[in-house]
Nanobody, 116 residues
């Protein structure tokens, strides 16, 4: 059974940083798949935050470029999202995603709230 478990969310002040982690289990050949982070704010559609391919190539949403960094550790089957310079507009539930070709798998999400 494929499972993604996110951690690291919480409450942070504007300008602060958070580090989200996603632990994957049950995925064969984890290193071969594109992994990503998405977010969904209340009343808004889910949007791409960042993705990382099997080769280490990265793609970021326009609103987070230069502030967020995605990385992966294929030995530990984990994906990390380092978020710096957080603003209230970054408040959302953040979801880990695995693109397994024929299907996608989602984590349960972790809440990030940026507020003073």
């Amino acid at each position: 059974q494929v499972q993604l478990v996110e951690s690291g969310g919480g409450l942070v002040q504007p300008g602060g940083s958070l580090r989200l982690s996603c632990a994957a289990s049950g995925i064969f050949f984890f290193s071969r798949w594109t992994m990503g982070w998405y977010r969904q704010a209340p009343g808004k559609q889910r949007e791409l935050v960042a993705a990382i391919t099997s080769g280490g190539g990265t793609n970021y949403g326009d609103s987070v470029k230069g502030r967020f960094t995605i990385s992966r550790d294929n030995a530990k089957n984990t994906v990390t999202l380092q978020m710096n310079g957080l603003t209230p507009e970054d408040t959302a539930v953040y979801y880990c995603n695995a693109d397994l070709g024929l299907r996608e798998v989602w984590g349960q999400g972790t809440q990030v709230t940026v507020s003073s």
